[in-house]
Structure formats: structure tokens, C-alpha cells
């Protein structure tokens, strides 16, 4: 719930040593107060999240005018591997131990791999990478490619689908009216599946062209007829359609090579040569001659206010060191585009160059500060108490799932006495500085005794803390004690 929070003199409370009246600087609070009896509330064991009180519930409640104290939280400067953002897993190989952890498991699937027999998804293959991907802590972005490997199936061809062989796979003729059909139905099929899926970061709009990149680069000695079979503008748009109704809830990024029309429709962006200052001659290159234009799009350069930007090496990080290309510049032009996630096609970083990527990922995607929380000190069961809280995402981009911005009071034996989820949609807060202003309610039954305050940012569905702050005092369950609040007889 929003309130407009009224915040009375500090008054200085003595309530621990690391804070100061005044809104001085003050370290997290890592353990309450001895005196609290040790007493629980019922049904408030931790890692068993309460529910957050309803806005009827609070506004019933008498509003919190008592004392407030402030603290501000120290920053780190640690490397947060966060979800949703920093290299990404592309898991075809275990990547080497000079490739940083990430968050984000990437695959891509032939339309054969996905639909080997009519009707027959082979939804296994996907669950089985998810169920990989969750166990190294990653959530899976996915890619549906028509030409590539195994390619369309044949079953699909069968039906007289036209296609042409192509250097890896065959390559179908997107504007068949069987092939749009079938492959509709494919794509609806994995939306019903997976979309919204906590355990799905985003889709990687494929689905036309070389390797689903919306190409013909494949295609060698018969271009010509992977031209003709490439699809129309308007069946472009009509692939794009199915994949932003098909995967409602669900972040979507599409190739640059794509219509903007993905952008216009809640899609972000992605470049699958990231780095390339002259891999292919010097006449033309993709950092200068590509992704400048896209960046500079009023569609797609505005397109990471709400989905991520994924970029992929172009070859790997050794080719551009042996080529001598400049990293500072490759590593800033990847900031200046805001991207999220890098498919570093799960190789090595040089290592002259670690130092360099592990400040970049310092940057890369979303980095939340919290600077200073102001709140009610004292309350008693029933009463609201107030937080109006400062932060600063020092990264390049906002998240893009409804992670919620929590609040907790745990008891010095580690009970969860109060929890609260406030209203604030972390998705809006682009780099920069924000303001929460949040009320709970300390639920009856919860007695004396000083009680930590904790924040975190949750999961989707709220069971547990998973997005590290920039701050100090980082529990092994992922809170942030931040500062103490006393509850009175």
C-alpha cells in the first residue's frame, strides 16, 4: 500500500550503537536487541512468509504518528549476480571457470526438436532444461529456430511446404499458408505452457529465418529462393503477434534484423554480433554501422524501458583481443544500449581483461541502492507503521518482472513477526534515484520487544528474497537488516 507518510522529529531511541539520531550514517542492525523475550507470533517461523496486510486492513489501522528514525545503509561495490541480467549460460558446454556466473540460462531448439511427430510437443526437452538451469540458479530464455540443424520437421514438409537446403539445415517457405498454421500452433502451444513462468526470464523472438535470426545468412549458392521464401512484412508482423499474445506475462526480445513493429509491441532488442569492430572487413562493421542506428530508433531505442536488451559475442572475447579491438569502448558502447544480458557463447574471459568485465558487470542491467529509510520506531499491535524509503538504481536498465519490494520485523530468535510487501513496481524504476512511501500493520499477537527491521526483493510469487542489494549485511536468505523497531505493551 502507498501512503503520504508524515514524518515527525527524530527522536534519538539509543536502540543500537550503528545508529545515529539524525539520519546519520548507520550500519544494518544484524540482531535484535537481546531483551526481546523471545516470544513468536504464531504461524511466523522464518522463511515462511506473512501475508501482506490489504490496503482495507491498514487503512483501518490507527496511522502511524509516532517517533521516526533514520538510517542509511553502507553501499558495496561487490559484482551481484541478479536475475534477469550479467552473462548469460549459453549450457551447450560447461563454460570455463574465467567465465562469470550468470542468472540466465540460454537455449535454442529446431522446430523439429520441439515438434518431432503432428501435435506431439516435446515439452520434456524443455522441462528437463529447466529443472538444469534451476539447479545453477538460472532461469531459461529460449529461442524457437525453423532452419537450422534438424530444422522444420519433416512431417511439416510432408505437406507440401516448400523448402530449400541451406548450409546448416533446410529452410522452409515461411509464407505458406501450412507452415504459418503449424507453426502458430507451436508457438501458442509453448505460450500456454510457459508463459509467466517464474521459471522463464524471456523468449527470444525467433521463428523466421537462418538459426531464427531473421536472415537469409545461411542460405549460400540459394539466396534467391530463401528470399522468396522469406516472410512478407505483414506475415512478419503477424509472427511477431503470436509471440506478444501467445507469451503474455513473459519478457520478449527480438533481433535488431526484425520489423520495429516487436518494439512497438512490448518487445526488447537484441544483436547477435556484440563487439564487432571489423570481424568481416573493414568496410562495415555491426558496433558502428548497426546497433548505433538501432540505439537511436524512437521505438527501439526506448525499448529497454520495458524489456530487456540481450546481446551475443560476436565470435568470443579472445577473437577480439587477438584482433586488438578496444574493450573499454565494446564495454561502455554495451552500457550506453543499456543491455541486461550478454551470451558470451559460454567462453572464456581474458584474462587481462577480468578486471575490466568484472567493473562492467557492476553496471550491467539493474543495481539496487537502498540509501536511507525513514520509518516509525514505535508501534504497538494493530498500530501502522510508516516507511518512506530512498534508493538508487545505479545500473543501466530496470528489472522487468514484478519482483516485490518487501518489509519484514524478525524477533532476535530469528521469527518473522510482521511482513509487508509494498505497492511500489520496481519495473518502473529506471537508473536513477526513487522514493517508496510504504505502511504495514504489526499484526495482533505480536508482543514487546525490539525487532529488526529487514527489506528485500522477492520472487514472483513472493516464497523467498532473491535480488542482492548494494548495501551491507546481506542475510544467508537474502534480507537486509536495515534499522529496529520497538514494539510496545
Known amino acids: 500500500m502507498r501512503v503520504a507518510v508524515s514524518i515527525v522529529p527524530v527522536v534519538c531511541l539509543s536502540i543500537a550503537a550503528s545508529l545515529q539520531c539524525g539520519g546519520g550514517n548507520s550500519k544494518p542492525a544484524a540482531t535484535p536487541d537481546a531483551s526481546d523475550p523471545a516470544n513468536t507470533h504464531a504461524d511466523a517461523a522464518l522463511g515462511a512468509p506473512l501475508p501482506a496486510v490489504d490496503a482495507d486492513h491498514a487503512a483501518d489501522a490507527p496511522s502511524a504518528t509516532g517517533p521516526t528514525i533514520t538510517a542509511n545503509p553502507d553501499e558495496v561495490d561487490d559484482v551481484l549476480n541478479n536475475p534477469g541480467m550479467g552473462f548469460a549460460d549459453f549450457g551447450y558446454s560447461p563454460p570455463p571457470p574465467q567465465h562469470p556466473a550468470g542468472s540466465v540460462g540460454y537455449r535454442r531448439w529446431s522446430w523439429a526438436d520441439l515438434e518431432p511427430s503432428e501435435g506431439q510437443y516435446n515439452f520434456a526437452l524443455v522441462d528437463d532444461t529447466i529443472q538444469r538451469s534451476k539447479a545453477k540458479g538460472e532461469a531459461l530464455a529460449f529461442r524457437i529456430m525453423p532452419c537450422y540443424d534438424t530444422s522444420s520437421p519433416q512431417w511439416l514438409l510432408d505437406k507440401g511446404v516448400a523448402s530449400v537446403q541451406a548450409t546448416d539445415g533446410v529452410f522452409p517457405d515461411h509464407n505458406n499458408a501450412t507452415f504459418l498454421q503449424y507453426h502458430q500452433k507451436l508457438v501458442e502451444a509453448f505460450g500456454r505452457r510457459y508463459a509467466g513462468s517464474l521459471d522463464v526470464d524471456h523468449v527470444d523472438i525467433g521463428s523466421v529465418g537462418c538459426w531464427g535470426e531473421w536472415n537469409t545468412a545461411c542460405c549460400d549458392t540459394n539466396v534467391d529462393t530463401c528470399t522468396k521464401y522469406f516472410p512478407t512484412d505483414a506475415n512478419q508482423r503477424l509472427i511477431i503477434d503470436w509471440y506478444i499474445q501467445a507469451f503474455a506475462g513473459t519478457p520478449l526480445v527480438a533481433l535488431v534484423a526484425a520489423p520495429s513493429y516487436a518494439e512497438s509491441k512490448g518487445a526488447g532488442w ?220
Open 270 to 489: 537484441r544483436g547477435d554480433c556484440f563487439g564487432d569492430y571489423g570481424m568481416f572487413g573493414s568496410s562495415w562493421c555491426h558496433m558502428k554501422d548497426l546497433y548505433p542506428t538501432a540505439a537511436a530508433d524512437p521505438i527501439i531505442g526506448v525499448a529497454w524501458h520495458h524489456a530487456p536488451v540481450q546481446f551475443e559475442s560476436c565470435g568470443v572475447m579472445q577473437d577480439w583481443l587477438d584482433r586488438g579491438f578496444d574493450i573499454d569502448l565494446i564495454l561502455q558502447k554495451g552500457l550506453e544500449w543499456h543491455m541486461s544480458v550478454f551470451n558470451n557463447k559460454s567462453s572464456a574471459v581474458p584474462a587481462v581483461w577480468q578486471a575490466k568485465v568484472s567493473e562492467w558487470l557492476k553496471h550491467l542491467g539493474y543495481r539496487m541502492v537502498l540509501t536511507q529509510v525513514t520509518h516509525t520506531s514505535e508501534a504497538r499491535a494493530g498500530e501502522s507503521v510508516a516507511l518512506k524509503s530512498s534508493w538508487r538504481n545505479k545500473g543501466v536498465a530496470p528489472m522487468y518482472h514484478p519482483w516485490p519490494l518487501a518489509w519484514r520485523l524478525r524477533s532476535s530468535s530469528d521469527a518473522v513477526a510482521a511482513q509487508w510487501t509494498s505497492s511500489t513496481d520496481l519495473r518502473t524504476w529506471l537508473p536513477g534515484a526513487h522514493d517508496a512511501d510504504d505502511v504495514g500493520v504489526v499484526p495482533a499477537g505480536v508482543t514487546l520487544g525490539v525487532y529488526a527491521l529487514d527489506v528485500a526483493i522477492l520472487t514472483e510469487d513472493a516464497a523467498s528474497a532473491h535480488v542482492l542489494l548494494a548495501i551491507a549485511g546481506r542475510r544467508t536468505d537474502n534480507w537486509y537488516p536495515v534499522s529496529q523497531v520497538t514494539i510496545q505493551p
